[in-house]
């Protein structure tokens, strides 16, 4: 039998299918003269660090942008978005040498806040962020509002993008749990559970400035502990040192 025909069917059906599904590539992204009088202007953490950071920051933003899709759903999306998109995603991993966010594809920006069915006209509108599950796997879903929000002067300990980047972190190891074991030194899991589950109780005590979202579980603890991390190191050092001490070495970064 000549199996000749068969092949070469398979073939076009094969090359069919990849470009059906294939992702849509970006470009590589450079970062424009704009962009980074963008990032001066809004991002005051990538503001605060030196020439060297700087740079290292720049990098991943562009690989970033270059790689991952963003787009409105209903809304229009400014290169200001994009920048903040790429600055949430950017300031959890600035000190990992070579890691990237290999379970995401794209981030979705919606107007508002969203309901679990991501109906963002009507029904309860109260979600700010979610990182998919099941279909909705490799995509991350942002309210532009909250995104935009989180970066402005008056967000104090907040900020929706970071969050979600964190629980993408998380969820690196394959369980979103508030224990990102890639970047955990062997031995450190019991003693970051046991502080973590501490902190827990002193925010349930009201002994706690951490936002009271944080108990609802071990996620959503290291997700809210690490927009304040992030967003006023300062701070948590002095009112958590060892919480700060944690996701310092967590996150391989001295903010403060
Ligand atoms: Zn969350």
């Known amino acids: 039998m000549n199996i000749y025909p068969y092949f070469i069917l398979l073939v076009f059906f094969a090359l069919a299918l990849y470009f059906i599904f294939r992702k849509r590539k970006t470009s590589p992204s450079i970062l424009t003269v704009e962009d980074k009088k963008m990032l001066l202007a809004n991002v005051d953490f990538y503001a605060a660090l030196d020439t060297d950071k700087r740079k290292t920051f720049e990098d991943k933003l562009a690989h970033f942008l270059g790689k991952i899709n963003i787009e409105g759903i209903g809304t229009e999306i400014t290169p200001l978005d994009r920048i903040l998109v790429g600055a949430s995603a950017v300031i959890p991993i600035l000190g990992f040498d070579d890691w990237e966010y290999r379970n995401l594809g794209t981030v979705l920006l919606y107007p508002g806040t969203f309901n679990k069915d991501f ?119 002095d009112r958590h040192p060892a919480l700060y001490d944690g996701l310092s070495k967590i996150f391989g970064q001295k903010l403060a």
């Open 119 to 237: 109906q963002f006209a009507e029904g309860e509108r109260n979600i700010m962020g979610m990182v998919g599950d099941g279909y909705m796997n490799g995509q991350m879903i942002l309210s532009q509002s909250a995104l935009r929000h989180g970066f402005g002067k008056s967000a104090g300990r907040e900020n929706t993008g970071i969050h979600e980047f964190v629980h993408l972190l998380d969820k690196s190891d394959g369980a979103t749990d508030g224990v990102p074991q890639n970047f955990m030194k062997h031995g450190y899991t019991i003693p970051w559970v046991k502080m973590m589950h501490q902190e827990i109780q002193k925010i349930e005590d009201n002994q706690s400035d951490i936002n009271p979202y944080a108990i609802t579980n071990e996620a959503e603890f290291f997700a809210v502990a690490s927009e304040y991390f992030f967003e006023n190191p300062e701070r948590m050092k």
